[in-house]
């Protein structure tokens, strides 16, 4: 089976920084998106970022400038820099994967994993 596991959430004052990793573990092929998503209290769940096999990345405007999305593919992670953070940003954020996997090639699917989530408090 295909995990996904977050880590480096927890609570900053505003205007500090954070780096969220997510590191992707099991019968992997390939992976060709990784992103982050969150959901704050009483919203939807929303895209931040994600950075596709060619290294591409897209942002939610309300973090452009401020975040950055990086990926190591030996290491099967992916990283999101947040600066400046603001209240508005509190929120779970969880990390996905469009990735291949399977314990043989000829068994191996195209599927979407998500992590568990990690809280993020931006507070004074």
């Known amino acids: 089976q295909v995990q996904l596991v977050e880590s480096g ?15 992707a573990s099991g019968s992997i092929f390939s992976i060709n998106n990784m992103g982050w998503y969150r959901q704050a209290p009483g919203k939807q769940r929303e895209l931040v970022a994600v950075v596709t096999s060619g290294g591409e990345q897209n942002y939610a405007d309300s973090v452009k400038g401020r975040f950055t999305i990086a990926r190591d593919n030996a290491k099967n992670t992916w990283y999101l820099q947040m600066n400046t953070l603001n209240p508005e940003d509190t929120a779970v954020y969880y990390c996905n994967a469009d990735l291949f996997a399977g314990r043989t090639w000829w068994s191996k699917t ?9 809280q993020v408090t931006v507070s004074s």
């Open 110 to 118: 195209r599927n979407v994993y998500w992590g568990q989530g990690t």
């Open 9 to 23: 959430g927890g609570l900053v004052q505003p205007g500090g920084s954070l780096r969220l990793s997510c590191a």
